[in-house]
């Protein structure tokens, strides 16, 4: 079955402090990852995506994601976070032939002053 | 250019009344998807159009739901008799032919039944 699961539900570091949230997918290919952000009120914004090539993808805001294939992993992380990251973070696969992207609960990141 | 948008941003209903909400895709985009994110359900998938193929409905959750996209763009989410576990936030998704995986979103319509 496909699935993504994000297994901290929320998250407080400290700003200038660096962060890594957690993405763990199941898929029988290989999969197309992606992470949102989402601020009160809004819609959600693509942060980075993983398609295929090098591991390591970059993204807005200063975020980047690492591919790990044999954990089955897709971590976000940046090295210095910045009060206004304060946001809810969702980590995607796309689902292939059914066309649609399959959400993990997300992970709500409060920033600390 | 301009992103997806959505309206109305907010509507409260009455129980039981229909309700219709609206969403422009990004131009040039082929594909438009739906998606609801409420509190128990998380984000989940309603419905995607392609072109002019047969909209895959496989998420709709009962059939008050129904989604209609005229002319290949602006699309129409309607929910007949709004019950108060319909009260979520629906969300619209577009992307291109090319890389219909690639979704971007809009800002969203909180729906709230009472």
């Known amino acids: 079955a496909q699935s993504v699961t994000q297994p901290d539900i929320h998250i407080t570091v400290s700003e200038g402090a660096s962060l890594e949230l957690r993405c763990n997918y199941s898929y029988g290919a290989t999969p197309y990852l992606f992470w949102y952000v989402q601020s009160p009120g809004q819609g959600l914004q693509l942060l980075l995506k993983?398609?295929?090539?090098?591991?390591l993808v970059q993204g807005i805001k200063g975020f980047e994601a690492e591919f790990k294939r044999s954990q089955s992993s897709f971590n976000l992380r940046k090295p210095s976070v910045h009060w206004s990251d304060a946001a809810e973070y969702f980590c995607?696969?796309?689902?292939?032939?059914?066309?649609?992207?399959?959400f993990g609960t997300g992970t709500l990141l409060a920033v600390q002053p | 250019g301009a992103g997806v948008s959505q309206s109305p941003s907010n509507k409260v209903t009455e129980k039981g009344k229909d309700v219709e909400l609206r969403c422009d895709p990004i131009s040039g985009h082929t594909a438009l998807y739906w998606y609801r994110q409420s509190l128990g359900q998380g984000l989940e998938f309603l419905i995607y159009?392609?072109?002019?193929?047969?909209?895959?409905k496989s998420g709709l959750p009962s059939d008050r739901f129904s989604a209609e996209r005229t002319g290949g763009s602006v699309s129409t989410l309607t929910i007949q008799r709004t019950q108060q576990e319909d009260s979520a936030v629906y969300l619209c998704?577009?992307?291109?032919?090319?890389?219909?995986?690639?979704?971007?979103f809009g800002p969203g319509t909180r729906l709230t039944v009472t």
């Open positions: 159009f392609q072109g002019n193929s047969a909209p895959d």
């Open positions: 998704a577009s992307s291109s032919w090319t890389s219909s995986y690639e979704q971007y």
């Open positions: 995607a696969l796309y689902g292939g032939a059914t066309n649609k992207l399959i």
């Open positions: 993983y398609f295929s090539g090098d591991t």
